[in-house]
């Protein structure tokens, strides 16, 4: 059922975002979703959420729908050809930018994933972005004279085309992602942990800059309580899948006809296991034979036995 539970938590988001279509809004089909996507793949889950986010578009605008429409279909197009198994980087990209601190995505991506694991986290940030510039714009979008359809479309355009911290965030992203992942290649020790910390503060120089150069001082402070909540989390992956332990390294030496290979062994770090040791006692089994038994055994006269 954990597709299910992580379904229903999407959908709660998008409608709580969005909401245009009442009908969407109702639990029992955020549960009958839940429930269907138990017994689905991942990728369900994507389309669902673009489908969910589309209908309440099209509730909202048909032309907001339409640019939505258009744009899911690059995203998808581009998820599904690099990173089709990255779904729920996707997902938990735009649910982390609805709780304002999607920065620990890169450095995670950068720790657990290749580099085209990137254009995940780039489809949810594109995706959460389009939502709340449409919600942001909202008056645009309600005029009723039929005359309004082109201005519609311009707004929808411009949601995207002229959203500057979108791009920000989009190239902070690229390029942790990118130190995070090079440093953590490196033969060298502790490399995950000077990965991690290196791609914390290089995320948060840029967009520290970034927000300074577009004029919004005001998002500071949740950049760096991002970076921090992403510092803590790397700490746990790495602790989970890389943590090794680097005074017990081995370098081994050895040769064949044609090459010499040079091997740097680092053991895992495992909690040490108490050594059990159980003592057990049997009886001694007490068994007695008579003298004609004895006699009949070693085939001589039983009376020589007296």
């Known amino acids: 059922m954990e597709y299910g539970k992580k379904t229903e938590n999407h959908g709660k988001t998008i409608n709580s975002k969005l909401g245009y279509m009442e009908r969407l809004n109702h639990?029992?089909?955020?549960?009958?979703?839940?429930?269907?996507?138990?017994?689905?793949?991942?990728?369900?889950?994507v389309m669902l959420g673009c489908g969910m986010i589309l209908l309440h578009l099209f509730a909202l605008s048909m032309e907001a729908s339409a640019i939505g429409l258009c744009l899911f279909v690059l995203l998808l197009f581009?998820?599904?050809?690099?990173?089709?198994?990255?779904?729920?980087?996707?997902?938990?990209?735009?649910?982390?930018?609805f709780f304002r601190v999607p920065q620990v995505m890169p450095v995670a991506v950068g720790m657990l994933k290749e580099?085209?694991?990137?254009?995940s986290v780039l489809c949810g940030t594109v995706t959460y972005f389009y939502v709340r510039g449409v919600q942001d714009n909202f008056v645009n979008f309600t005029a009723t004279e039929e005359t309004e359809g082109l201005a519609k479309f311009t707004a929808a355009?411009?949601?995207?085309?002229?959203?500057?911290?979108?791009?920000?965030?989009?190239?902070?992203?690229?390029?942790t992602s990118l130190v995070v992942y090079v440093i953590r290649r490196q033969e060298i020790d502790y490399a995950w942990r000077i990965a991690l910390f290196s791609g914390n503060m290089v995320e948060l120089v840029i967009l520290l800059v970034g927000y300074i150069l577009l004029?919004?001082?005001?998002?500071?402070?949740?950049?760096?309580?991002?970076?921090?909540i992403s510092i803590g989390i790397s700490l746990v992956l790495e602790f989970f899948f890389y943590n090794l332990d680097y005074s017990r390294v081995e370098r081994v030496q050895f040769e064949d006809d044609e090459y010499y290979y040079?091997?740097?062994?680092?053991?895992?770090?495992?909690v040490a296991k108490k050594d059990k040791r159980v003592k057990r006692i049997t009886p001694k089994k007490?068994?007695?034979?008579?003298?004609?038994?004895?006699?009949?055994?070693?085939d001589i006269d039983q009376n020589l036995l007296k």
């Open 27 to 45: 639990p029992a089909v955020v549960l009958i979703l839940s429930l269907g996507c138990a017994f689905l793949p991942i990728n369900a889950m």
């Open 78 to 97: 581009m998820y599904g050809k690099f990173a089709p198994k990255n779904g729920y980087s996707t997902i938990l990209t735009s649910l982390l930018c």
């Open 115 to 119: 580099p085209s694991a990137y254009l």
């Open 157 to 175: 355009l411009k949601v995207l085309i002229g959203n500057k911290e979108m791009y920000l965030l989009l190239a902070a992203f690229l390029i």
């Open 215 to 228: 004029g919004m001082p005001e998002k500071i402070l949740g950049v760096v309580i991002g970076i921090l």
């Open 262 to 270: 040079f091997v740097k062994a680092v053991p895992k770090v495992f």
């Open 286 to 298: 007490r068994t007695t034979v008579s003298r004609r038994e004895l006699a009949e055994e070693l």
